[in-house]
């Protein structure tokens, strides 16, 4: 529940800062915006390309659910 609502609060947080920008202004309190997984909700370990957490990524990359992208073993 509580990882939950902090998804939810960044992503608004996002959503304003991003409509800021588009009206050519500077965002208030721009600083406090933070990437999270979009699965966990993990702030620390975050992959930007692919907007999880390097937990999330592994075992989704693990199971094959993430195309282009393989376990290497050698």
């Known amino acids: 529940m509580a990882r939950t609502a902090l998804i939810v609060k960044t992503e608004k947080r996002q959503r304003k800062m991003k409509q800021a920008l588009a009206q050519g202004k500077k965002p208030a309190k ?3 915006t933070y990437n999270r997984c979009k699965l ?3 702030s620390r370990g975050y992959l930007r390309y ?3 957490c390097r937990i999330c990524f592994r075992e989704l990359a693990s199971k094959g ?3 282009g992208i393989k376990k290497s073993s050698w």
Do not use: A, H, L, T
């Open 50 to 52: 692919f907007q999880i």
């Open 40 to 42: 966990c909700g993990r």
């Open 30 to 32: 721009w600083v406090r």
């Open 65 to 67: 659910e993430i195309m």
